[in-house]
């Protein structure tokens, strides 16, 4: 199985592939769509039984090469079951281009063109790289204040971020990593909070700020009442 839920490809039982080679470029419900900036989960199961290693490469200048620098985006050593995530540079050439993944019994694959192995697969998939997005996300100042009385933490009421570029109409608005929301107002624990916004499903470039919530609250000590016994006869303790 390949798992690829954000890309867009999701390959469930891909058995084995004549000569050991699968071309699925063409085949329109397994193409996906990567955007720049992004970050992809995935899930390739072996099978039940073979251990294999993976090996994930994107051809990101399309140039019909996966050797140039970070076009191998992902490893992993032999087990029946592979889970990941690998980021697309910020600078991946806009269009159609192609992804490879490998496996190998007991091994992870060398390079993208294997030869001589007697026991592995490789499938090649479509994906369109997005433009990148002229837009960037614009933080708050970072944020100082002291503990609300009581609390461990802060109510902190946060302002909005803003958007540069000549490419942001039309976007959504900015989400934090605090509260899914573009408010990232809320209650902040003591300490240090880094608050990051993002335009999902876009390259703009995210921003981030900190929280920083001070106890200044001297601690207060709650001593039990007073405590009065009676001794029974001839005992001077207890």
Same mark, same amino acid.
Request: include cysteine.
């Given at each position: ?15 084995? !592939? ?22 992809? !989960? ?9 251990? +294999? ?10 140039? +019909? ?8 985006? /992902?490893?992993?050593?032999?087990? #029946? ?22 496996? +190998?019994? /007991? ?8 030869? $001589? ?28 204040? @002291?503990?609300?009385?009581? +609390?461990? &933490?802060?109510?902190? !009421?946060?302002? %909005?971020?803003?958007?540069? &570029?000549?490419?942001?109409? $039309? #976007? ?49 000590? @709650? ?7 009676? %001794? ?7």
């Amino acid at each position: 199985d390949v798992i690829m839920p954000a890309v867009g490809i999701e390959h469930i039982g891909t058995g084995c !592939s004549p000569a050991g080679y699968g071309d699925f470029t063409a085949d329109p419900n397994l193409q996906g769509l990567l955007i720049p900036g992004e970050t992809y !989960s995935f899930t390739i199961n072996n099978g039940p039984t073979w251990s +294999q290693g993976i090996a994930i490469y994107i051809d990101f200048e399309g140039n +019909q090469s996966f050797l140039d620098p970070g076009n191998l985006v /992902a490893t992993s050593p032999s087990a #029946l079951s592979h889970t990941g995530t690998f980021t697309v540079p910020i600078t991946a050439t806009p269009g159609t281009t192609r992804m490879r993944i490998l496996c +190998q019994f /007991a091994a992870i694959p060398a390079g993208p063109c294997p030869v $001589g192995i007697t026991f592995g697969e490789t499938h090649d998939y479509t994906v369109t790289i997005a433009p990148a997005v002229d837009c960037s996300v614009i933080c708050p100042n970072d944020i100082v204040v @002291n503990n609300d009385p009581g +609390q461990c &933490g802060a109510n902190v !009421s946060i302002p %909005l971020p803003t958007l540069d &570029g000549t490419e942001c109409d $039309g #976007l959504d608005a900015p989400v934090n990593d605090f509260n899914g929301s573009p408010n990232a107002s809320g209650f902040y624990p003591v300490g240090e909070t880094t608050v990051t916004y993002t335009i999902p499903g876009t390259s703009a470039t995210p921003c981030s700020f900190s929280v920083e919530v001070i106890d200044a609250e001297a601690p207060v000590l @709650n001593c039990p009442s007073d405590i009065i016994i009676t %001794l029974s006869p001839g005992e001077c303790e207890r």
